[in-house]
């Protein structure tokens, strides 16, 4: 017993009851093997027979009170696990090692729980220790594998299932962790070649297969998300795409492919060339939360992301959201005058003309007071992007993201109504004139 070969105490122990059924310190010794080997009623049975030959000993009286509570922790454990409440199993086993240190059983249920909570070198080790006195024992041989199998190592899962499949043929749990591990891996290969052969909505339900093969496996879940999001992104499907990698970052907070890929996206874009519209694959252009302008959500997951792994290049993603972020508070001249950001000179006065005549006071001087109110605003808001982005050095501060106060380029120090009158070529030479009901056209003096 002190060099923790318990089985050859136990052989020994039942030998000397034996020879004498009447000696006490022989049943408690034979109790004490059981015990320690998990066999928590033969160890009672023991403990009572040395109490019916001595009902005052101490020992015997705590020893069978320690075999009773390791027969409650088991049956704790038993209805815990079907609950998958795996926290409250590793609880009792870990009280009930503490009086049955050389049971395996206990250690596998235990190894297991730890493994279904994601604490797989905890698991690992457990199970290690077992192989290292028996390397046949199939149970520790399956959480070997099931610890393989929940970090995405699938290929070497297989191979200690199939080992304890070997030492035991009818091992259900790693004849089912098996059969899942080989459907899984072979879905995700499918779903990969569909992926690089360009057939998108295959890939996309080969994915959605293998996320249906086991819930359990986080990390294979976590990483199949992020594929179905890509594939999503390329079948322009953006709002899905997100909800992809935001599945995989709840299964995984530690993904950092999964914040990379829902902030940020190589995409195709249109580009419209000579008259035809054109699609261009445009590296570093900012998609799923940069795209649908959902910019504190893209700060947030590359804050994260840089956290996490403090590179250069999250650096300056993380910097590159921010400024979008402090751009989209202010006020977006392109759409205000309803042009491209890659707009040209002539169509930003193009949209200027057509927006100012749009908004001016004049055309809407029979509306109401609220009416015009909001038109003489809009007017007002037309000039002021007009004066930003027909100006070559303010248009590229207010690109970069700089403040346009600064430099003397304060924006309360215009007046629409002078932009205007320079743009149309003459002071009060202008005016509105009706052409029926609720047309106008307007005329130079």
Known sequence: MMLGRFREALGDAQQSVRLDDSFVRGHLREGKCHLSLGNAMAACRSF?????????????????????????????????????DFRKVVFCMDRALEFAPACHRF?????????????????QSVASDILR????????????????YYEDCIEKAVQFFVQALRMAPDHEKACVACRNAKALKAK????????????????????????RIDPN???TNAKLYCNRGTVNSKLRKLDDAIEDCTNAVKLDDTYIKAYLRRAQWPVLEPVILSGKCHFTSVEETLKSYMDTEQYEEAVRDYEKVYQTEKTKEHKQLLK???MELKKSKRKDYYKILGVDKNASEDEIKKAYRKRALMHHPDRHSGASAEVQKEEEKKFKE???????LSDPKKKTRYDSGQDLDEEGMNMGDFDANNIFKAFFGGPGGFSFEASGPGNFFFQFG
């Open 133 to 148: 006195m028996d390397s046949t024992n199939a149970d520790a041989l399956y959480v070997r594998g099931l610890c393989l």
């Open 48 to 84: 009572q027979r040395a109490l019916e030959l001595d009902h005052k000993n101490a020992q015997a009286q705590q020893e069978f009170k320690n075999a009773n509570a390791v027969i409650e922790y088991e049956k704790i454990a038993e209805t815990d696990f079907e609950k998958r």
């Open 188 to 211: 995700k290969e499918d779903g990969n070649k569909a992926f690089k052969e360009g057939n998108y909505k295959l890939a996309y339900e080969l994915y959605t297969e293998a996320l």
């Open 382 to 388: 037309v000039g002021e992007a007009f004066t930003i």
């Open 320 to 322: 590159n959201a921010q």
């Open 217 to 219: 496996n986080i990390k």
């Open 107 to 123: 250690k596998i249920l235990k190894a297991e729980c730890l493994a279904m909570l994601g604490r797989y070198p905890e698991a």
